[in-house]
């Protein structure tokens, strides 16, 4: 089993220069500072897929697809924020699912898979969303890149991925990897210069109370 999927890489050779070109810096903000602006990715993805939902589901509903759409696109970007747990843990079940199948395609325990890897999720919140967002931003990398060689003709991307296929699962997995680390590291950084200056505010506020308790001293004393 591929990482890169043959049929998603055919569809997006079909795309035009500039959407391919678009997906390398999207997947690169996502690889290096994906926690770091979480909530718009969880706010966007959440909107993106309630308006594809919408297109998708209008026939059935009895409704214009761009009105349902844009409804539905408007209120999940609004309730996304409120149920960042709840999108969380249906994210990180669905990796799961997705990761064990991979691991191991004769497995046949997806609710199991779901539920444990939602908890899981749930429990190391921060590190399941650093860790989603740099595999994000990998495959979306490998993908635009592979339809760029493309659409300029250097390879047969669609061939190639499916020879090369063990070789794009070790890259992607090393990137996944290696932007896990950037991000760590970017928000260990930051936590730390928050604390430095809570600290420094703090013997601020203690100077500052001294010299005015000093003040105040002075003059009952006077």
């Known amino acids: 089993m591929s990482i890169i ?3 998603i890489l055919a569809d997006l050779c079909g795309l035009s220069l500039g959407l391919l070109i678009a997906l390398l810096p999207v997947g690169l903000l996502l690889w290096l500072l994906g926690w770091w602006s979480h909530r718009f990715w969880i706010v966007l993805a ?38 960042v747990r709840l ?29 444990v890897g939602g908890l899981v999720g749930l429990l190391l919140f921060r590190w399941f969303f650093m860790a989603a967002t ?9 993908y635009g890149a592979l339809a760029l060689l493309h659409y300029r003709e250097l390879i047969d991307a669609v061939a190639w991925s499916e020879e090369n296929a063990l070789l794009l699962t070790i ?19 930051r936590q730390r210069k ?8 703090d013997d601020e506020g203690g100077v500052a109370s001294m010299i005015l308790g000093r003040i105040g001293f002075g003059r009952r004393a006077a």
């Open 134 to 142: 740099s595999f994000a931003g990998s495959i979306l990398v490998a």
């Open 5 to 7: 999927a043959s049929d």
């Open 46 to 83: 959440t909107t993106v897929t309630a308006g594809v939902i919408g297109l998708l589901e209008a026939g059935a509903w009895k409704v214009q697809p761009i009105v349902i759409a844009v409804l539905l696109a408007i209120a999940a970007g609004v309730l996304a924020l409120a149920l």
């Open 87 to 115: 999108i969380t843990f249906a994210a990180a079940g669905l990796s799961a699912v997705y990761l064990v199948h991979f691991i191991f395609p004769t497995l046949n325990q997806q609710v199991v898979c779901f539920l």
């Open 194 to 201: 928050l604390r430095e200056h809570a600290d420094d505010e």
């Open 171 to 189: 890259a992607c997995g090393v990137a996944t990897l290696v932007g896990f680390a950037f991000q760590f590291y970017v928000e260990r950084r």
